[in-house]
Every structure is written in C-alpha cells, then in structure tokens.
C-alpha cells in the first residue's frame, strides 16, 4: 500500500510526519500547478467546487508516481464536501484508475468505530506507534502555526522582502526531502531562526487584515494565488483566521476528548447565523466579527465559486460590516481566475482601507 492524500495548505507536512513515524510508505502529490487543476477540471462536474478539481489533480499526480490508495477526510455536513469521497472514486475508475482504494476518515465525533476502523487499515492494525504519531503529527502543526504567524508579522515590516520569499519558498523545497516529525520540526526551527535574522523596520505599523472564508482557499495558497504573501508584499500584516491545527482540534481532538468543536465560534455566528448550513459559514461570521474586535483594519473573504455555505456568509458579511464599522472584500476563485484583476482588486481593497486609517489620523489631529 502506497498512500497518497491532497494538498490543502500545510496539511502535507503533518500528514507526511505522521506516515513517515508509523513506517507506512506515502507520496506527497507534486505542488499543485495550473496543469494539475486543469487535469483535475477536465474530469470534474463543471460545476463542482474548485477544491473537488484540484484534489483530482493532485490525486492522478500521484498516483502516476506510484499511489495506490487515498486518504481523503469525510464529512456528513449538508454541503457538497461529504460527497468528495465517493464520487472522487467513481470519476477515477471511470478515467482508468480501477485499483485505487479510497480510506475515508470521517471525524471520529461523528462515527468513532468507523474512525478507528479507517486509522486500523493505514496502520495494519497497530495502534501505539500511531497514536505516538498522532501526536508528534500535532505537535507539528503547532509549530507550523508558530512559523506562519512569524512570517505574517516579518513580511510587511522586512526591509528587503525579497528575503523572506526566499526563506519559505527554499522551505517548501526542502520539507519534502525530509523524513518523520523530528527532521521535519528540526527543519521548521532551522527556518524560524533563518526568518529572526532578517532585517526589519520595527518603526512600520502594517496595516491589519484578517482573512476568512471557505477552508479550502483560505488555506492552500495555490487557490487563492498566494493571497498571504501578495498582501504581505504590499506592507499588510495578515492573519488566516484557519489552520491546520485548529481544524484537527475541532474535528479530532475535542470530539475525541468528549467535547464539543466550534463552541466559540457558534456563540458568536448565532445572531447572524444560528443553523449549521455546511462548510464553515458559521465560522466565517464569527471570525470576522472576532478580527473586528480585535482592531483589523479590513478583512478579505475568500471562497470557490459555486461554494453554498459561503453564499451564504456572502450575504450576511455587509450587516457585519456595518455593525462593526469594518471593510470586507469577497474575492471568489475557480479556474478562470486571473490574476492580474485578482491583484488588482487586492491592491484597491488596501488602498481603500489605508484611505480609512489617514481619515481617522486627520480627525484626531
Ligand atoms: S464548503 Fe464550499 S467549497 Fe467546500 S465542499 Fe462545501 S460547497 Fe464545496
């Protein structure tokens, strides 16, 4: 059995480290490219949320490197994700691909012997080598967490920002020579020490924005054209309001230690939104209301296009903008995004919102 799994975000990294500490031989799909999500369109409903065509894409990659079987995580949420599964598996034997296994990992609050059942077929039936594993695999994306977060401070303020681009994308290159959690950490670390010697302004007070949405372009930088670090470049400090560790908390960890995920978030979404509609819409609302109280000066909502749970949220982010006096930009993605129009409307979105901070600093004065 050789594993293989989709890109999303840094997902990849900790996924690697689990396998590689387990013993279980894993490919890490190539980087996901405009030929990948071409490759994936081809074979996808044209309708069907871009995450759904890049996964395909990444999966043929793969498995076209020698993948046999795909770890892909479940969901029985009323939107279209708990069907990417099973109708990834059809499209795939259709195009030729008979022999590939699909293990799909449904969160274990939703189904725990089935959750074990899956983590039983990955491993071969042994369960202390993984939860070992499980662990350092957290671990993992904690210390993810810790480097973006740097990097989201260091980028605007970097007096040759071309440096720090350099550092993460050489990281990128190198993770995936690396075998098991302790190189892997071992390797973040050599990457955080390189970022603290950059140089910086520590005079330049960045700009905020906060950056909400669908999961999936929030998190895997490919879909959303690399938003974190062309807002970066533009002397903005961001902040992805999901990451990796927060979605394995929410769906691994506390259903696992008896409690319940997404607490905060749905006490904060419930005047807006008090029904769970898929997705994370319910969350969208509540972090943008959490950044405004916080003080960002804008946030910027990313989502496929076709994505039902983010319409939604679509829709309920202007009464958020006026309750809590902050900008919002909505930027929806699929393959036919272009770039240029994209980069275009993030530079008018900031410059829209520095326009704000020189009213305020004119009306104090
Ligand atoms: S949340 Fe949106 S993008 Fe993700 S699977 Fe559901 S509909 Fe598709």
Redesign the pocket.
Known sequence: MIITYPHMGEAYIAIKAVLDDIGVESIVPAYTTKATMQLGSKLSPESI????KIMLGNYINAIKSGADTIIITGSCGP???GY?GPIQKQILEDAGYKDVEFIILDSPGEDFKKFISSIARITGGRFIAPIRALRAGYKVCCEIDKMNELVYYIRPRAINKSQVKAITHSFRSNIVNVKGSAQITELIRDTVNKLKAIELDTSFEPLKIGIIG???TIIEPFSNLETEEKLGELGIEVHRSMTVKDWADNTIVRPVTGRKPYTKEKRLSKPYLPALI???AQQCIAHAIQYAKHGYDGLVQI??M?????IVSRSILPQIEKDYNIPILSLIVDEQTGEAGYVTRLEAFVDYISGGREQAKAAIN
């Open positions: 949320c871009l995450p759904f939107c279209r994700f990417y669908e999961i999936y898929g997705g994370h989502y496929p076709t994505c039902m749970p983010e």
